[in-house]
């Protein structure tokens, strides 16, 4: 039964249309202005909300824009109004109003909107955010495709250095069109045949190993035993590694399956000038799945963004880039996120003033990767220090200019336009 949220502040307009909606069928709740709006969407998520545009607190147009700003336009909303003009239907059409209702309201006229409304208004989903988004960024085209070339092979892959929404925007890269998705750490009673045959030719997620319990683990050694036959892929986030799992109380057995095939996220160190386009990709997803309202960065915040050490905490800095992207278009006071933004939420005693960062990340790494990503995170330093001077950099290193042009290729450290000079 749809549930139809009633906005108006004359009682009289209430009560009918609530007795002629009931008589209907439907589930039929009121409101007396915005605040009491606010508060039933928020509790019941209504299918349908039918709005007056004239109350006292709040007119209805000023909280269809909330609304819509705000990302809260998950049921579709008819205006009424005695006093409507062409104007204001346009208006409220360009900020998400699906149809505009003139009182007084003709009985057939409005239940054939209703009906029309909750009929159609189920919104087209959008096509999930995929590392395809990225592809103009060269080493993320090229991660792309070691990501799908190891899930070509293997039914299982432990996707190191992401973990959360990072993580699932990797793992949607490899599921194919209208294929079933189940996220493990969603399912919090045992697992089944049924649910796994259900999700048969799909992918099985888990966002991030180190949030499941005990019984999820279960769930995945179960899910495991029954992958080929299933025709399922299992991509496995960690930001952890999986001797610090072992450590926690993990089944040793089930991490060495786990761990048998992985792909490592490459950092966003080193990759400074991409992080923008990176940070745009980001905003736009999190507004399109109405986690934030429309938001766009200013130049300088994107700046700012790109002058930040993203060094992270053993993920290369993508869970750190993520969060910092929705907390900025959540808590911006305007809809230009600026660099004060940037500033307020990463201080530059939080980021280090020279970009220091801590070291107990390495200890997680097998050697030669612990002593590639320490030899990176000293270059960047000092090359920060000495103003992308390559010269003095190479007196502070003991290296000599060519070899250390070598070194800092080798290891991905970008040069900027002083660093060359």
């Known amino acids: ?46 299918d349908l909300v039918l709005l007056d545009i004239w109350m006292p607190d709040t007119d209805g147009i000023s909280l269809l824009k909330e609304w819509h700003a705000g990302g809260q336009l998950s049921m579709p909303v008819v205006m009424m109004s005695g006093h409507g003009t062409i104007d204001t ?53 090229e991660f792309k495709r ?12 432990l996707l190191k250095g992401a973990s959360g929404g990072m993580a699932e925007i990797c793992a949607r890269t490899l599921q194919t069109p209208r294929a079933p998705w189940l996220d493990l750490s969603g399912v919090t009673s045992a697992l089944t045949q049924e649910m796994l045959e259900k999700a048969g030719g799909g992918v099985l997620f888990v966002p991030d190993l180190a ?7 279960m769930n995945l050694a179960y899910a495991l035993d029954r992958l080929e036959k299933l025709n399922l892929l299992l991509v496995a986030a960690s930001g952890r590694s999986l001797s610090a799992l072992g450590e926690a109380g993990w089944d040793g057995k089930l991490l060495a399956r ?4 992985w792909v490592a996220m490459p950092s966003l160190a080193g990759h400074a000038d991409d992080v923008p386009e990176i940070a745009n990709l ?49 808590t911006a006071l305007d809809d230009e996120i600026v660099a004060d933004d940037v500033a307020r ?39 920060r220090q000495e103003g992308g001077n390559m010269t003095r950099l190479a007196d502070k290193s003991g290296l000599e200019r060519t070899h250390l042009y070598r070194k800092l290729k080798q290891l991905g450290v970008a040069l900027g336009k002083k660093s060359e000079e």
């Open 1 to 46: 039964m749809a549930i139809i949220l009633v906005v108006d502040d004359e009682v009289g307009i209430r009560e009918l249309l609530s007795e002629i909606l009931i008589d209907e069928g439907y589930d039929v709740r009121l409101a007396e202005n915005a605040t009491a709006a606010r508060r039933v969407r928020e509790d019941l998520r209504p």
């Open 89 to 141: 239907a346009v208006e409220a059409t360009r900020f998400g109003a699906f149809d505009f209702l003139e009182k007084p309201i003709a009985l057939q006229k409005l239940l054939a909107t209703v009906q029309k409304a909750l009929k159609h208004h189920a919104p087209a989903q959008r096509p999930h955010l995929t590392l395809e988004a990225f592809a103009r960024t060269g080493f993320m085209k």
């Open 146 to 157: 070691r990501l799908e070339q190891a899930a070509g092979k293997a039914t299982v892959i």
């Open 211 to 217: 949030g499941l319990g005990k019984l999820q683990q």
């Open 258 to 261: 786990l761990g048998e095939v």
């Open 282 to 330: 980001l905003l736009t997803h999190f507004i399109e799945r109405g986690e934030v309202p429309a938001r766009r960065f200013a130049s300088n915040a994107l700046n700012a963004l790109r002058t930040l050490p993203w060094k992270g905490s053993g993920d290369g800095g993508w869970s750190e880039l993520y969060l910092l992207v929705k907390n900025l278009a959540l």
């Open 345 to 383: 939420l990463r201080p530059k005693d939080e980021a280090g003033e020279n970009g220091d960062v801590s070291l107990m990340p390495l200890l997680d790494q097998p050697l030669r990767e612990a002593r590639d990503a320490f030899e990176r995170l000293y270059f960047e330093f000092h090359l």
